[in-house]
């Protein structure tokens, strides 16, 4: 089993719709969670921190379940601009074993 | 407040040759952390340094070898440069282990 399991899309969403990812991941200690933007050839950008209690930042609302070791991403009233890779990233453990990363999710808004 | 940074941006080495890529961490950072990223895939974590010392590694040999210097800015050497090698290098630098990382724009590796 893969450590972080992403659906790869691409999603096709209509602007102003609103659209979902999850993941799921494997190892049951990990410590923390983020969501990185990744645009086409460009580094990963820190989206949101994703907590036990869930967090909104915005559009986007980020929750976190750990019993079912998954972590989910909602974009509310999609822009043009949210077309990217989303990439689901867990810190396994203390931190020095890096930051383990999905795939990647590709969503394409349409006008 | 100055963000990571990574040089060169481009790089083209032949099978064999070696290669030095350097990232300058944010200020205010003392931990840098690499990443390989082929195309199509998310980043695989290569290594991690804290206070000049590695300490954490992920599944690359040992041909992949690192140095953080005391203003906190990094180097990643790769010796014996395979075809597989070409990728996109990732620094990326954070005020500790457990913190969020922050990632500079890349190195982009071409092995011919």
């Known amino acids: 089993r893969k450590e972080v399991e992403q659906d790869p899309g691409p999603f096709n969403v209509p602007e102003g719709a609103t659209v979902a990812f999850n993941c799921t991941y494997s190892?049951?200690?990990?410590?923390?969670f983020f969501w990185y933007r990744q645009d086409c050839r460009k580094e990963p950008k820190l989206l949101m921190s994703v907590y036990s209690s869930g967090n909104e930042d915005g559009r986007f609302t980020a929750q976190l379940n750990r019993a079912s070791q998954y972590i989910s991403l909602l974009i509310r009233d999609s822009k043009l601009s949210d077309s990217a890779t989303y990439l689901c990233v867990v810190n396994p453990g203390g931190g020095a074993d890096g930051l383990t990363f999905g795939k990647g999710t590709h969503l394409i808004i349409q006008p | 407040e100055t963000g990571v940074t990574q040089s060169p941006t481009h790089l083209i080495k032949t099978r064999g040759q070696q290669v030095t890529l350097r990232c300058s961490s944010q200020?205010?950072?003392?931990?840098v952390s690499w990443y390989q990223q082929a195309l199509g895939q998310g980043p695989q974590f290569i290594f991690q340094y804290y206070r000049e010392e590695e300490n954490g590694r992920g599944n690359f040999p040992p041909r992949f070898s690192g140095l953080q210097f005391p203003n906190y800015s990094s180097e990643l050497n790769v010796n014996a440069l395979e075809l597989d090698d070409s990728a996109l290098y990732l620094c990326?630098?954070?005020?500790?282990?457990?913190?969020?990382?922050?990632f500079g724009p890349g190195t982009r590796l071409t092995v011919l």
């Open positions: 990326a630098s954070s005020s500790g282990s457990r913190y969020e990382q922050f």
């Open positions: 200020s205010g950072h003392n931990t």
């Open positions: 190892n049951s200690a990990s410590q923390s």
